[in-house]
């Protein structure tokens, strides 16, 4: 006879895969913030660069790994065209410098879709194929888009986006978040440079006498409230512009009634006599 409470070991795989993930990138956090280490600015191939580099990388596969089972059939065919438009909106922005990036249109998509796991993977992989293909910077920015697909479903799942005014204050919440975690990254990852009009920001803040963790911290907190703002408004018309049919096929929106409406669940009926 089988065990009633037996545990799938599946499930407890992905949980410390997740877990893991999740250690990892924190420690390579911490580790930026405590050692701020100089040599990366000088050369983005340092030993520290490296690590942080590869810190934050496998963290993010390790979290993607562990997330993907949870993600619906249904919902895997929507992920490729979502990544696609991360990259091609980033690349888009990247090129003609503009002081926002909209390279998470297709990561809060999903995740007001489908739930924070299936953002979670779609961002991730947005950032890796972005970066083995076009240029490298996007590589351990990898784990901004963990945090936005989380922001994003948990909004999603608490009723943001049945009222028209409300993700924008969502996106602009979620943006302060981000900036606080890519800072590290674009500091001590890839000295300030980032590319666009950020780096200008950047070097303009650090004339002033600003550190470089501070300066990319306060060119963070200009760009990507505006940005994530943004982001969540595109977001919220696509999905008023949707038919009420496709949104119903996604089993998070239906439960959560992330847009307002019940889930579909039948009505028990009782019999007389």
């Known amino acids: 006879m089988s065990d009633p409470i037996a545990v799938d070991p599946h499930r407890t795989r992905d949980r410390l895969l997740v877990v893991a993930g999740a250690i990892l990138i924190a420690a390579t956090y911490s580790y930026l913030i405590l050692s701020q280490p100089a040599e990366i600015a000088a050369s983005g191939t340092?030993?520290?660069?490296?690590?942080?580099?590869?810190?934050?990388?496998?963290?993010a596969v390790?979290?993607?790994?562990?997330?993907?089972?949870?993600?619906?059939?249904?919902?895997?065919?929507?992920?490729?065209?979502?990544?696609?438009?991360n990259i091609v909106a980033g690349q888009i922005v990247s090129t003609l410098s503009l002081t926002v990036y909209l390279d998470s249109i297709g990561t809060v998509l999903v995740s007001v879709l489908a739930g924070p796991a299936a953002g979670v993977v779609t961002g991730i992989l947005s950032n890796?194929?972005?970066?083995?293909?076009?240029?490298?910077?996007?590589?351990?920015?990898?784990v901004v888009q963990v945090v936005i697909a989380v922001l994003a479903g948990l909004a999603a799942r608490a009723?943001?986006?049945?009222?028209?005014?409300?993700?924008?204050l969502a996106g602009v919440l979620t943006g302060f978040v981000t900036a606080?975690?890519?800072?590290?990254?674009?500091?001590f990852v890839f000295g300030g440079a980032t590319g666009g009009s950020a780096g200008a920001i950047v070097g303009a803040f650090q004339a002033m006498g600003r550190s470089l963790l501070e300066a990319t911290t306060l060119?963070?907190?200009?760009?990507?409230?505006?940005?994530?703002a943004i982001t969540f408004t595109v977001v919220g018309?696509?999905?008023?512009a949707l038919p009420a049919r496709f949104l119903q096929r996604f089993p998070f929106a239906r439960t959560y009634r992330v847009f307002g409406k019940g889930p579909l669940t039948r009505t028990p009926t009782t019999s007389a006599g």
């Open 128 to 142: 890796v194929i972005w970066g083995l293909t076009l240029t490298p910077i996007p590589l351990p920015f990898a």
């Open 237 to 240: 018309i696509l999905i008023a």
């Open 180 to 187: 606080m975690v890519s800072a590290p990254i674009a500091a």
């Open 219 to 228: 060119q963070g907190l200009l760009y990507d409230p505006l940005d994530k």
């Open 46 to 59: 340092s030993r520290a660069g490296l690590i942080a580099m590869a810190g934050y990388l496998v963290g």
């Open 159 to 168: 009723g943001v986006f049945r009222h028209v005014y409300l993700p924008p």
């Open 62 to 85: 390790l979290i993607a790994a562990g997330s993907v089972r949870q993600i619906p059939t249904a919902v895997i065919a929507m992920i490729p065209v979502a990544i696609a438009l």
